[in-house]
């Protein structure tokens, strides 16, 4: 019942732009705060960027790492969370996971893969 539906990943140039979408389905989305995670082989599942509920104030927070790189939104009448990257490195190299949250539970999506390299 629950779904989230990642698309946008692929291969990027180092210095170039990549937006990812996930599109999520089977819960109240706009209650739910957003974020996005990446994992690297070999490392640990990180938190990259998080945007919270409406009611929640609506806020915005990044890892120091991508601070000014990537923007994290949302539109809650689409039911989807983007994350928009720039400037990117081949440092960047990661599945990019997204997930729904709440104070009692959590839904992940599936994961993209984004690889920069030249």
């Known amino acids: 019942q629950v779904q989230l539906v990642e698309s946008g990943g692929g291969l990027v140039q180092p210095g170039g732009s990549l937006r990812l979408s996930c599109a999520a389905s089977g819960f109240t989305f706009s209650s739910y705060a957003m974020s996005w995670y990446r994992q690297a082989p070999g490392k640990e599942r990180e938190l990259v960027a998080v945007i919270t509920s409406a009611g929640a104030g609506g806020s915005t927070h990044y890892a120091d790492s991508v601070k000014g790189r990537i923007t994290i939104s949302r539109d809650n009448a689409k039911n989807t969370v983007y994350l928009q990257m720039n400037y990117l490195t081949p440092e960047d190299t990661a599945v990019y996971y997204c997930?729904?949250?709440?104070?009692?539970?959590?839904?992940w999506g599936q994961g993209a893969q984004v690889t920069i390299a030249s």
């Open positions: 997930k729904a949250g709440s104070p009692l539970r959590s839904y």
